[in-house]
C-alpha cells in the first residue's frame, strides 16, 4: 500500500498532468456523455406510458408531432401540460409528408408524397406546424424531426429551410456520436423497435465509454404504433439513466442543440 501511495504522490508531484488521466471526460454539460429521449407522432400512449414515467425520475424529452394528426389535436390540452412542465414540442411537418417512392412507402397519402412537394411548400408547412406548436407552448426555438428520415423534396434537399429555423434537425438512424462528428442537421439516432431493456442500455453504456451524444428514437411504448418499444425495456433505460444521473446528461434536443451552440461560441 506504502509503495503505491509513494507512486501515486511521485506522479502526481513530478508531473501533475497525470492526474488528468484519472480524470474521466466531462464534455456534456459536466457529465460524460449525452442521451436524448424523442419520440414520434404525438402518440397518445406517450402520454399515458411515456410522460408519467420520466417525470417520475425528473427527465425531459423531445416529443415531434405533426399537428394534423387527429391523436394529437384530441389531446391538445394534455400537451400544452406537457410543454409546460418542460418536455419538448419538436417540430414534425404539418402532414408528415415522406418519399414514397421508397421500399415499403406505400402508405404514403397521394398529397403527402414529398417527393412531389416544392421548396414552398415544405417550407411553408414547418413553419405552419411552428406557429400551432408556438401556441401551445410559447416557445421560440425547437428542433426538427426528418419524417421517415427523408431529407429531399424531388431530388434537392431542404436543409436551407431547416438551418433558417430550427438549431438542430435529427436524423432516423444511426449510433452515438462524439462531439467532433456531430452533424447538428442531421443528428443520427437510435431506432427503438423490439430491442430488450439491455440492448436499449448498451447504447448507454458505449457513449459512456467513447463521451458521445445518443439519441433513441422512439415511436410506440407499450404499444400504439407499429415500431414498439414494450413497457419493460423503456423502463429499464430509464432506470439505468436515472441510476447513472451524476455521470449521464438526460435533456431534450432544443437544450443540447443550445448547450452546443455555446460550446462554439466560447471555442
Ligand atoms: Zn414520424
Same mark, same amino acid.
Given at each position: #500500500? ?5 507512486? %501515486? ?39 399515458? !406510458? &411515456? ?5 417520475? &425520475? ?28 418542460? *418536455? ?6 404539418? %402532414? *408528415? ?12 397519402? #397521394? ?40 431529407? #429531399? ?21 444511426? !449510433?452515438? &456520436? ?24 448498451? *447504447? ?6 467513447? !463521451? ?5 428514437? %422512439? ?14 425495456? *423503456? ?33
Amino acid at each position: #500500500m506504502k509503495t503505491r501511495v509513494c507512486i %501515486f504522490l511521485f506522479m502526481t508531484v513530478v508531473n501533475p498532468l497525470s492526474l488528468l488521466c484519472y480524470q474521466p471526460n466531462f464534455l456534456w454539460n459536466g457529465k460524460q456523455c449525452a442521451v436524448v429521449l424523442t419520440y414520434d407522432d404525438g402518440l397518445v400512449v406517450h402520454l399515458t !406510458n &411515456v410522460i408519467p414515467l420520466l417525470d417520475s &425520475v425528473g427527465f425531459k424529452g423531445t416529443f415531434y408531432i405533426p399537428p394534423s394528426f387527429p391523436d394529437f389535436q384530441r389531446h391538445v390540452e394534455e400537451w400544452k401540460r406537457v410543454a409546460a412542465t418542460g *418536455h419538448e414540442l419538436g417540430n414534425h411537418t404539418l %402532414f *408528415h409528408p415522406c418519399n414514397s417512392s421508397l421500399p415499403g412507402r406505400e402508405w404514403v397519402p #397521394m398529397e403527402y408524397r414529398l417527393e412531389c412537394y416544392s421548396m414552398k411548400r415544405i417550407s411553408d408547412e414547418i413553419e405552419l406546424a411552428n406557429f400551432i406548436l408556438t401556441t401551445l407552448d410559447g416557445k421560440k426555438s425547437r428542433t426538427f424531426a426528418y419524417t421517415c428520415g427523408d431529407r #429531399m423534396v424531388g431530388t434537392v434537399s431542404y436543409h436551407e429551410v431547416i438551418e433558417y429555423n430550427f438549431p438542430a434537425a435529427r436524423g432516423v438512424g444511426g !449510433n452515438g &456520436v462524439t462531439y467532433a462528428e456531430i452533424d447538428k442537421y442531421n443528428i443520427p439516432s437510435v431506432v427503438v423497435n423490439g430491442q430488450s431493456g439491455d440492448e436499449l442500455i448498451a *447504447h448507454v453504456e458505449n457513449a459512456l465509454q467513447n !463521451n458521445h451524444l445518443v439519441v433513441f428514437l %422512439f415511436h410506440g411504448v407499450g404499444g400504439g404504433h407499429a415500431y414498439n418499444c414494450s413497457l419493460d425495456a *423503456h423502463r429499464a433505460l430509464i432506470s439505468y439513466l436515472n441510476q447513472r444521473k451524476n455521470v449521464i446528461w438526460v435533456a431534450p434536443l432544443v437544450e443540447v442543440a443550445e448547450f452546443l451552440k455555446q460550446k462554439v461560441l466560447v471555442r
